[in-house]
């Protein structure tokens, strides 16, 4: 199964950019890279997903490498409610055996 | 917008006792799942459904049950609980069945077994 590998933490100071990377060398060619974060005692919440392209919304855009082997996350202006730990995840749909693999996570802190 | 709600949000179990951890959503998603997600660790999926009278094993199912009898409702049964099942659980869902649609996800329900 695909699997992603994030670092366990970074800092950010409030207002700057934050780039959080993600790897994913085994990713297949039809995962989609999907990040999701979370706040402290609530649930999972979704930011931004993509196949090959990069990715803009509201929240972040996603910067997906040439080879896929590799993504990051970026969130342009850093706020205090930015805080949480990031999850890059596979959306992996493999003979119709969802095999869902959440990362490790970063745990992003963000400095005022 | 309700969204995801899972009920109850807080539950303390002694070992080998049975309990129901309800999910209903109101957005008319085909896909639902559950996940447990351990004190420092990442979400692991224990089951998904597709569609009502559809349900499938995730990485780790073993001692939970599901049923899908509805669009809207998916819950999960510990058949005899056992302190290994303390965790967190998150119950998600998403239009369609296509592996690219957002994950909606509920506030959690924090099981302890004693």
């Known amino acids: ?112 | 917008n309700a969204g995801v709600t899972q009920t109850p949000k807080f539950q303390v179990l002694k070992t080998g006792q049975s309990m129901t951890l309800q999910c209903a959503q109101d957005m008319n998603h085909e896909y639902m799942s559950w996940y447990r997600q351990d004190p420092g660790m990442g979400l692991r999926l224990i089951h998904y459904s597709v569609g009502a009278g559809i349900t499938d094993q995730g990485e780790v199912p073993n001692g939970y049950n599901v049923s899908r009898s509805t669009t809207e409702d998916f819950p999960l049964r510990l058949l005899s609980a056992a302190p290994s099942q303390t965790s967190v659980y998150f119950c998600a869902s998403s239009p369609g069945t296509s592996y690219t649609g957002e994950l909606f996800f509920g506030e959690g329900s924090r099981l302890t077994v004693l």
């Open chain 1, 1 to 112: 199964d695909a699997k992603t590998t994030q670092p366990n933490s970074m800092e950010s100071n409030e207002e700057e950019p934050v780039h959080l990377p993600c790897n994913h060398s085994t990713i297949s060619g039809t995962d989609y890279i999907h990040w999701y974060r979370q706040l402290p005692s609530q649930g999972p919440e979704y930011v931004i997903h993509g196949l090959t392209s990069n990715v803009n919304n509201r929240m972040a855009s996603l910067a997906i490498a040439e080879d896929r082997k590799s993504s990051t996350l970026i969130l342009h202006r850093a706020t205090l409610r930015d805080a949480a730990v990031y999850y890059c995840i596979l959306r992996d749909w493999d003979f119709g055996n969802e095999k869902l693999t959440f990362g490790t996570g970063t745990r992003l802190t963000i400095i005022p």
